[in-house]
């Protein structure tokens, strides 16, 4: 069974750079699309940035775009999503999550089938 554990939040001043891993510990990462979602205190789940099953495509939120990148190595059952030029707006709770059923660009919340804990990403000005 899929076991998602992302690592690597914290706190960074403005401008800074973070970047977040999520691990499959469950070891059956497959090639299906991935994908990084945040959840900023009072607001709902919002998409970040998505991967296909090869890493060979990527999609982001007009938000992040330019300064989040997200890549995966499927050997070592990776995903990673890194964060620079941060804002005071990039603070939130960043989670990674996999469609099980799907291999492209994925940006509805609906189509992923696992998800992590949850990463705190705090950006202070």
């Known amino acids: 069974q899929v076991q998602l554990v992302e690592s690597g939040g914290g706190l960074v001043q403005a401008g800074g750079s973070l970047r977040l891993s999520c691990s499959d510990t469950?070891?059956?990462?497959?090639?299906?699309?991935m994908g990084w979602f945040r959840q900023a205190p009072g607001k709902e789940r919002e998409f970040v940035a998505a991967i296909n099953w090869s890493g060979g495509s990527t999609y982001y939120a007009d938000s992040v775009r330019g300064r989040f990148t997200i890549s995966r190595t499927n050997a070592k059952l990776e995903v990673y999503l890194q964060l620079n030029n941060l804002k005071p707006e990039d603070t939130a709770v960043y989670y990674c999550?996999?469609?099980?059923?799907?291999?492209?660009?994925?940006?509805?919340?609906?189509?992923?089938?696992?998800w992590g804990q949850g990463a705190q990403v705090t950006v202070s000005s």
């Open positions: 999550a996999a469609a099980f059923r799907r291999l492209g660009l994925e940006v509805s919340s609906s189509e992923y089938d696992y």
């Open positions: 469950g070891r059956t990462f497959g090639n299906y699309a």
